[in-house]
């Protein structure tokens, strides 16, 4: 029996038709090198609505966090947006997550290269650790009772009502080596300069010092100060850096937000100790 080859032009049209769509689209993209792959899709950004939905939902703070984090955003942060974001029960971290959105990083004399501030998500107070990351501090509450080691003092001829900051416990949890790069985070219409710095006189289960309203005393002699003296430099909005030296002495420190020396039921402190 004879077999008859089947003619070449039949040949290629057999193969043309046995050539997937795949096929023809890779050979397609190598006959025509300018035509690239298609564009990615848009991604939408994350705005005010798109949050408060988010909280609609039951959407826990973490997932926010991340989500706002990790995708492009287009927040609005001024009074009024605050106001309705607390209105639709958008806690603080969530708020402080879409604030920070704006605040890329942030540059200083301390700095030897950029730092991001993905990790500052909350109003509040930061270290920096050995591998340059802020970490956040945890408060301890402190009691501003009047009366006690120091009777009254003396400014300018005025006797001021004198009062003690009294914290439970005679150490804080946190050690830090020094020199200590400090961060802090603060709310709106608040500066660094409105943060009171200072060292803990020790009891046999607590710590003290000394507080008038307006401000914290300056002791006379450097051992027994009770304000520590820093400046604090702006690096961002609400953002401001300051460094406690290595000459600093060692012992129990606070940082004081403002408006605590005023309390009389009791407020935060943040604490830390440096080792002698």
Not at 107 to 120: E, F, K, Y
Not at 176 to 189: H, K, N, S, T, V
């Amino acid at each position: 029996m004879l077999h008859m080859r089947p003619p070449r032009h039949a040949v290629l049209l057999l193969c043309l038709l046995c050539l997937s769509p795949a096929r023809l689209h890779a050979q397609d993209a190598i006959d025509n090198p300018n035509d690239g792959p298609l564009p990615a899709p848009t991604v939408k950004p994350i705005t005010n609505d798109s949050v408060v939905r988010m909280v609609k939902a039951g959407l826990s703070d973490d997932l926010i966090v991340d989500t706002i984090r990790n995708h492009p955003g287009q927040f609005s942060t001024d009074a009024d947006a605050l106001v309705a974001l607390k209105q639709a029960n958008v806690s603080d971290r969530v708020i402080a997550a879409m604030v920070n959105k704006g605040r890329v990083q942030i540059t200083g004399p301390q700095a030897q290269a950029p730092i991001v501030l993905s990790d500052v998500n909350e109003i509040g107070l930061y270290y920096k650790d050995r591998d340059g990351k802020w970490q956040q501090m945890d408060s301890e509450i402190v009691h501003i009772k009047s009366g006690g080691f120091i009777k009254s003092t003396v400014t300018h001829g005025i006797i001021k009502e004198d009062r003690n900051g009294h914290i439970n416990g005679r150490e804080s949890k946190l050690l830090l080596p020094r020199p200590i790069d400090f961060l802090i985070d603060a709310p709106d219409g608040v500066q660094g300069s409105d943060y009171e710095l200072v060292r803990f006189r020790l009891n046999s289960n607590s710590r003290e010092f000394r507080i008038w309203t307006g401000g914290v005393i300056h002791s006379s002699s450097g051992a027994d100060r009770d304000h520590v003296d820093f400046k604090a430099r702006k690096t961002a909005p609400h953002t401001y850096e300051f460094t406690v030296g290595a000459d600093t002495p060692g012992g129990e420190y606070g940082i004081l937000p403002p408006g605590t020396g005023n309390l009389t039921n009791g407020g935060k402190i943040y604490t830390f100790a440096i080792s002698e």
